[in-house]
């Protein structure tokens, strides 16, 4: 079975654009959630989706905001870039109930870099 | 409010060596301790998950341990290879805030 798939895999963009990053859970999974992982620290939590709805959501500007598709695949949209935003984002899908204590199956990033 | 902390930040052993990763964190009330592996630019694999009712886990070279009662868990990795050098990193699952909390790692270089 495929893992977890993420698109792009490298982006640059400027302050003030937008962004959507793209995110395929493994088949089954139905939970996914989002992670920004800046240079040298541990991943910090942004948002978890389960059947289509918002379970969670961590301490992030409105300028964030994500969805999932009836295929359980997801988008995260980043509005207004600033410089800070710059990171690798990360994405996970889990198995079952949705609980963020499932065991995550992370894909591999997008690197996004903000100018 | 949940912090995780790993130490030392990074770790360089000789092939061969058994070593100990530390992680620690502030709020027992913790459901359950992930370690995870990352590679350079890449996302994460999870290595072990342990529930706080268990005391640890094992996989191949690779165990795990959790204490609760002292905020820390142990990651023992045995006979160590160059091909286990990466990031570790722990992720606490807070019972309080239901997130999931990541430490900021400790990258570890196994020398040949």
């Known amino acids: 079975d495929a893992g977890v798939t993420q698109s792009p895999t490298h982006l640059i963009k400027t302050r003030g654009q937008h962004v959507t990053l793209r995110c395929s859970p493994i088949s089954g999974h139905k939970s996914v959630s989002w992670y920004q992982q800046v240079l040298g620290q541990g991943p910090q939590f942004i948002f978890q989706?389960?059947?289509?709805?918002?379970?969670g959501r961590g301490n992030f500007p409105d300028r964030f905001s994500a969805r999932q598709f009836p295929n359980y695949s997801s988008e995260l949209n980043v509005n207004a870039l600033l410089l800070g935003d710059s990171a690798l984002y990360l994405c996970?899908?889990?198995?079952?109930?949705?609980?963020?204590?499932?065991?995550?199956?992370f894909g591999p990033g997008t690197r996004l870099t903000v100018l | 409010k949940q912090e995780v902390t790993q130490i030392p930040a990074a770790l360089s052993v000789p092939e061969g060596e058994n070593l100990v990763l530390n992680c620690s964190f502030t709020d027992s009330a913790i459901y359950n301790l992930q370690w995870f592996r990352q590679d350079p630019g890449k996302g994460l694999t999870s290595l072990l998950l342990?529930?706080?009712?268990?005391r640890e886990q094992t996989s191949g070279r690779l165990n795990a341990s959790l204490d609760k009662s002292s905020g820390r868990s142990t990651l023992y990795i045995a006979a160590s290879q160059p091909g286990d050098s990466a990031t570790y990193l722990c992720a606490a699952f807070s019972s309080n805030t239901g997130k999931l909390i990541f430490g900021q790692g400790t990258t570890l270089q196994v020398k040949p």
């Open positions: 989706y389960y059947e289509k709805e918002e379970r």
């Open positions: 996970a899908s889990s198995r079952t109930s949705g609980r963020l204590s499932d065991t995550q199956y």
């Open positions: 342990i529930q706080s009712s268990q």
